[in-house]
């Protein structure tokens, strides 16, 4: 399992701002990368549901820029993941890699990795990198109950991960939702293929790391990246924990977030340690 650190630069913070701490312990880094207006591609993650206009931010952290901040932390990443957001992303981003940006960035033993979330991007990758790592995201979607899975219950999807459905779902073969999420059932018996053909791995979110998708994804010889772990400590720990290849771990970003980190996960073991007294004390 190799650990790699989640989304390094923040839309929110200056890339000044950067603190090479978040690096700390890390075989890598992860940031997302969308076209910019400018016809240049950032470094800018962006919210899920689109915030008002008055509210949003304009990406200003360059692909090139981002990595030559990486290059100049004591211990450079080995392994850089690099989530394609959008098909223009992608092209910049395999011309990037193909043309020797990441060298003359200063990331002379670094390998890129790439996270796909659609087959336009990963085609777009694959023509122009025939040899690269490229990992399809996918995400189940929870058909009936939360609260009790069962495979029969979990349906593959391109996008990120909708815990409930409506009742009676049953997505038809080639059926898009209204999210535009591309969704086929995963079913009982023969391992499905999770992703495309071209595709050297899959990724997806922690909930839904479980026997039968690991069973999936070692039928066709995929590498497994799981994102949203909370520690490094809490992805080894996993039961499965021996599946994944990318533990995507989501730690502090600067010495304020580490130090406030450090304090809350102390009070959280003296509760512990509290409620085990008065346990004791009332038996």
Known sequence: MRLIAHRVFEDHRPTAAFDPLCLKGFDG?????????????????????????????????RLDESCQLLARAPAPPRILILDIKTLGAAEHAAEFVASGGLQAAGLHETQPVFLCWHTEEMTTLRRALPEATILFVIAP??????????????????????????????????????????????????????????????????????????EAAAAHGLQMAVFGWRSAAEAKSHALAEAVDYAIIRGPKTAEEAEARRKLEARRRLNARRRTLRRMVRA
């Open 29 to 61: 880094a992860e940031f997302d990368l969308r076209s910019g207006e400018d016809g240049e591609t950032y470094v800018f993650h962006a919210p899920f549901m689109p915030r008002p206009k008055a509210t949003r931010r304009t990406p200003n952290k």
């Open 141 to 214: 979607i929870q058909a009936r109950r939360l609260l009790r899975m069962a495979p029969s219950d979990l349906y593959a999807a391109n996008h990120f991960p909708f815990l409930a459905a409506a009742g009676r779902f049953r997505p038809r073969r080639g059926k898009y939702n209204s999210h535009n999420i591309n969704v086929r059932l995963l079913r009982k018996g023969a391992p499905p293929r999770l992703a495309p053909d071209d595709a050297d791995g899959v990724c997806l979110l922690k909930r839904f790391l479980s026997p039968p998708l690991v």
